[in-house]
């Protein structure tokens, strides 16, 4: 399995919800920079559809946190723990790591909303959350599926991969995510991804019953 880090606030947790319920009085005296109100983390509510993606992304990917404490802060760290323990139970167990430094860690994707703290130079590919085209957990969760179909060429667990998909309502949806992946990858040319790509395609449309062999045909 791929690794793939998740980056709390502007992600996972919508900091705005936190800064909504501070009094007057404390939102004035830590003006300019809240992230350091004493428990404002414990405070917020998660991004929509972020629990639900979280958990369906599970399936596919070996997932860790990759998040920044303000240093000033004392009382981020344990409220971003007591947080995840509170939305998601043990799924982050001993899979938490706090720092400024996120280009250190080793990884095949990052979901983060900010370049910074090292997350554009973050190893892996950063698929940077809120943006144009990673508007919302939806098309966040699509696109990291569909990546996985990429990952192994393993035959028995695509097929049963793929006769998975298409029990669901969802399976065009995910042919028309896959098909972009493909043509955005051909605008790269990256040969070997396009081929391995192609392949899973012609698979995936053979199953759907919608074989287009002129599309991308490779044999
Ligand atoms: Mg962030």
């Not at 998975?164 to 949806?173: C, F, L, P, S």
Request: with cysteine.
């Amino acid at each position: 399995m791929k690794k793939l880090f998740f980056d709390m606030d502007g992600v996972l947790v919508d900091f705005q919800s936190g800064i909504d319920k501070l009094s007057d009085e404390v939102k004035k005296e830590y003006e300019g920079r809240l992230d350091e109100v004493p428990g404002i983390f414990s405070l917020m509510d998660p991004m929509p559809g972020a629990i639900e993606a979280v958990h369906t992304l599970s399936e596919y990917y070996d997932m860790y946190i990759l998040s920044t404490a303000p240093w000033k802060n004392t009382t981020a760290y344990s409220d971003k723990l007591a947080w995840l323990t509170k939305h998601f139970g043990d799924l982050f167990k001993k899979r938490v790591i706090i720092t400024h430094c996120k280009n250190l860690c080793d990884g095949d994707y990052l979901v983060d909303d900010r370049a910074k703290n090292g997350a554009s130079e973050f190893p892996g590919e950063w698929v940077q959350f809120g943006t144009e085209r990673y508007p919302d957990w939806e098309e966040v969760t699509r696109y990291l599926i569909s990546e996985t179909l990429l990952h192994d060429d393993d035959d028995e667990k695509l097929n049963k991969r793929l006769v998975n998909y298409a029990m669901v309502e969802k399976t065009i949806k995910m042919l028309d995510a896959y098909t972009d992946v493909l043509n955005a990858k051909v605008g790269e040319k990256d040969t070997k991804e396009i081929l391995a790509a192609a392949k899973l395609t012609n698979k995936w449309l053979k199953v759907l019953g919608e074989e287009d062999e002129s599309a991308y045909y490779i044999d």
